[in-house]
């Protein structure tokens, strides 16, 4: 069965870094479309990063363009989201969520990781 | 960005009645090349990620049961239980993916027992 699990969440001091994965199974990684989504505490959801199947076209939302960056490893069905100069309002639960194209919906999800940025 | 909208905010009703919620987007999610609304709604439960309910506005994701029903066109969209299941107790949330990324969502629409 299709399994998303993101790993890589802890706390973190504000301007430090993290690098989350999303590991996968059960379905043909590099035929997906990725996506980051976060939501904080007792909040709704939020959008971070998409990355094409091959991996050649990613957007990031406003509020983390030229500080998070996210890649895929199609041979090891492996999502990344490398998060740098974290501030606290980046405290999160980020999940990776899976698509069939560009405007198709998430219809996989994993269980999240939490991210603390808290001095 | 398309900004979504969902009312209630939240909203209580008695098992086995009917629930209703609404998504009301900024602008037009109904694509003229293949007369789709590219909306979908999710569902939350405490503790556990969302789950793909219902995409283009009206189609049930596998597995979803039949009285989860989805309507609405254009900028105006509404989900509908139409007999409130204990299990169905969670926040309901509308996304569009008319456009590229960014993607949005509405704020959720949290659903409880009355």
């Known amino acids: 069965q299709v399994q998303l699990v993101e790993s890589g969440g802890g706390l973190v001091k504000p301007g430090g870094s993290l690098r989350l994965s999303c590991a996968t199974s059960?379905?043909?990684?590099?035929?997906?479309?990725m996506s980051w989504i976060r939501q904080a505490p007792g909040k709704g959801l939020d959008w971070v990063s998409y990355?094409?199947?091959?991996?050649?076209?990613?957007y990031d939302a406003d509020s983390v363009k030229g500080r998070f960056t996210i890649s895929r490893d199609n041979a090891k069905n492996l999502l990344y989201l490398q998060m740098n100069s974290l501030r606290a309002e980046d405290t999160a639960i980020y999940y990776c969520?899976?698509?069939?194209?560009?405007?198709?919906?998430?219809?996989?999800w994993g269980q999240g990781t939490l991210v603390t940025v808290s001095s | 960005d398309i900004v979504m909208t969902q009312s209630p905010d939240s909203l209580a009703v008695s098992l086995g009645e009917r629930a209703t919620i609404n998504c009301k987007s900024s602008r037009s999610v109904l694509h003229s090349s293949d007369n789709k609304n590219y909306l979908a709604w999710y569902q939350q439960k405490p503790g556990q990620p969302p789950k793909l309910l219902l995409y283009?506005?009206?189609t049930r994701a596998s597995g979803v049961p039949d009285r989860f029903g989805g309507s609405g066109s254009g900028t105006d969209f509404t989900l509908t239980i139409s007999s409130l299941q204990a299990e169905d107790v969670a926040v309901y949330y509308c996304q569009q993916y008319f456009s590229t990324p960014p993607y949005t969502f509405g704020q959720g629409t949290k659903l409880e027992i009355k």
């Open positions: 059960g379905f043909t990684f590099s035929d997906y479309y």
């Open positions: 969520a899976r698509s069939t194209g560009t405007y198709s919906p998430f219809d996989s």
């Open positions: 283009w506005a009206s």
């Open positions: 990355i094409s199947s091959g991996g050649s076209t990613t």
